[in-house]
């Protein structure tokens, strides 16, 4: 799995509407990490990746599964 932190460059590997399969952008934060102790709507702490898109600048929730490291 993979494990990113804000300002990783990220590749989506998943076409979701909107936003097509290998689009580039920033994760801006990361949701849910389970590092706060905060309880969250998420029971399971699934860490959830806020990505801000490059080409139009919209902001994306992902999960890392469908992310890959883009400056490798």
Known sequence: ???AKAGTLVKTTKA???VPLGTVGLVVRVVADGTNGSPTWNSMDIPIAIVRHL????????????LEVAND
């Open 1 to 3: 799995m993979m494990k």
């Open 16 to 18: 979701r509407i909107g």
């Open 55 to 66: 080409s139009n600048g919209t902001e994306r929730r992902y999960l890392f599964c469908d």
